[in-house]
């Protein structure tokens, strides 16, 4: 049984850092889409980022790119979330989600490219 825990959640200022971690087991790691997703009160769920485990390519929502960087451990099974200069608007919940195949450049972020899902941590950002 696949399960993806995520942790590293918390509250933090505006302009501080977090690093969220995702913990898979019971999946095959190599070769695969692992993302980060998030989802605000009352909004949708948005894809943040995605990696393709073995060879590290990476993709980026707009809003993120250059504050947050995702990446793969050096553990296995383990894919960290980096977020810096944090801003109100990044407060959600955070969502790490795995696929069974590589990321698709231009479909990454639909939710429909990840099969299994973890339970989501918390980011407050505050002023």
């Known amino acids: 049984q696949v399960q993806l825990v995520e942790s590293g959640g918390g509250s933090v200022q505006a302009g501080g850092s977090l690093t969220l971690s995702c913990a898979a087991s019971?999946?095959?790691?190599?070769?695969?889409?692992m993302g980060w997703f998030r989802q605000a009160p009352g909004q949708e769920r948005e894809g943040v980022a995605a990696?393709?485990?073995?060879?590290?390519?990476?993709d980026y929502a707009d809003s993120v790119k250059d504050r947050f960087t995702i990446s793969q451990g050096n553990a296995k099974n383990t894919v960290y979330l980096q977020m810096n200069s944090l801003k109100l608007e990044d407060t959600a919940m955070y969502y790490c989600?795995?696929?069974?195949?590589?990321?698709?450049?231009?479909?990454?972020?639909?939710?429909?490219?990840?099969?299994?899902w973890g339970q989501g941590t918390q980011v407050t950002v505050s002023s």
């Open positions: 019971g999946y095959t790691y190599t070769s695969k889409c």
């Open positions: 990696i393709s485990t073995g060879r590290g390519s990476t």
């Open positions: 989600a795995a696929g069974l195949s590589s990321c698709d450049r231009y479909h990454w972020s639909r939710e429909y490219r990840y099969n299994y």
